[in-house]
């Protein structure tokens, strides 16, 4: 079988690599549309070195269409996948409108593709620091179990969007040339006041949440985390908190995980072997010779790379490590893409008879 794909959000930061993950990907492409905003409908394009005109998002952009990948923001997703499922189109949506519905399954191909013989129509791709965690803790879950996990974050600013990318390179040149600054976006759109992120440090990602403490993309990382890993109704809850913070650097997130494990025979040997063994994920630790993950050399790469996997002297059973990877790949395009390979190579790219249609259908 042969796929017509229709990605929503082409122009984007990751709109582009959706385009590019999928010419490398395993999907036999029938035809692709681009879809964007009427902003960007007249770009041109490639795919396969063949000439595409993006095209504006409409409801009708997705007759015939089998699989759509979507990357065009929530709002985009809830105005427009619930019209693609009901046109018969398999819906991997990037953005966080449907992540916590109970009807729309939340996947890391690596740690819970039988989710997605549940979905009905929608399958969600969780939030980019949340995979690359997730994907070096389950497999330390599923063989010694899990207490706590206290992560910190150090997040690239192209996690938010091309335009943040832009003004921290025009804010760089700036305070490079004595000049002042003018941030218009970050840390965050949809919040009041902007600060410089050049050669600074932002503890603000997303807005904050209702309780004044925790921001959004901290309620992110712990909930999505527990609905991925927590998918077997006996599983114990994790206690799992988080700190994000915006770094001033292009692509790749940074995460140090402090985590305590369930059975206390466990060693820092087997934890460094189940990390080495996991799918999609590279251990890089090797203190002797200052090997490490690094941002800059994880960017462009489809894996999560851990390192600086240490025992807490202080706390039995507790373990530190240090994971970074392309929030742009695996945290976004790759794991988007990677779902897509599997529901074709499962045959689950049709929409069953009870589609999940959104929240006011
Ligand atoms: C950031 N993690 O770095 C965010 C971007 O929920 O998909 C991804 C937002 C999301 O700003």
Avoid at 61 to 73: I, K, N, P, R
Avoid at 154 to 171: D, F, H
């Amino acid at each position: 079988r042969e796929f017509n794909v229709a990605i929503l959000g082409a122009t984007g930061a990751v709109g582009t690599r959706l385009i590019s993950q999928l010419e490398q990907s395993t999907i036999p492409v029938k035809s692709i549309k681009l879809l964007a905003s009427a902003h960007s409908a007249g770009k041109t394009l490639q795919f396969k070195g063949q000439d595409v005109t993006v095209e504006e998002a409409k409801p009708a952009s997705f007759e015939g269409v089998d699989l759509v990948l979507a990357s065009a923001g929530g709002s985009v997703s809830k105005k427009f996948l619930p019209e693609a499922v009901k046109r018969g189109a398999v819906c991997v949506d990037n953005t966080s409108a449907f992540r916590m519905e109970p009807e729309v399954p939340l996947v890391i191909p690596e740690v819970n593709e039988k989710a997605l013989y549940n979905h009905r129509g929608i399958i969600s791709n969780p939030n980019c620091s949340t995979i690359q965690m997730v994907v070096c803790l389950d497999p330390i879950y599923r063989k010694f179990g899990l207490k706590q996990v206290i992560v910190s974050t150090y997040q690239a600013v192209s996690g938010a969007g091309q335009s943040a990318l832009n003004e921290l390179m025009e804010e760089s040149q700036q305070v490079l040339n004595g000049e002042k600054t003018d941030p218009k976006i970050l840390p965050t759109k949809g919040d009041k006041k902007h600060y410089q992120q050049a050669f600074n440090l932002l503890p603000q990602i997303d807005v904050f949440e209702q309780d004044g403490y925790y921001t959004h993309e901290e309620w992110k990382m712990i909930h999505e985390t527990k609905k991925i890993m927590l998918d077997d109704m006996d599983a114990k809850d994790i206690k799992v908190t988080a700190t994000c913070v915006r770094v001033p650097i292009r692509i790749a997130h940074g995460e140090t995980v402090y985590f305590e494990v369930a059975d206390d025979k466990a060693t820092t040997d087997q934890i460094k072997q189940t990390l080495a063994d996991a799918q999609g994920v590279v251990l890089q630790d090797d203190t002797a010779h200052q090997v490490y993950p690094q941002p800059i050399e994880a960017e462009g790469k489809r894996e999560t790379f851990v390192g600086r996997v240490r025992p807490d002297y202080e706390n039995d059973g507790s373990y530190h490590m240090w994971v970074v990877s392309d929030n742009l790949l695996k945290g976004a395009a790759w794991n988007t893409v990677e779902i897509a390979e599997r529901l074709v190579a499962d045959d689950l790219v049709r929409v069953p008879d009870n589609p999940y249609l959104g929240f006011e259908n």
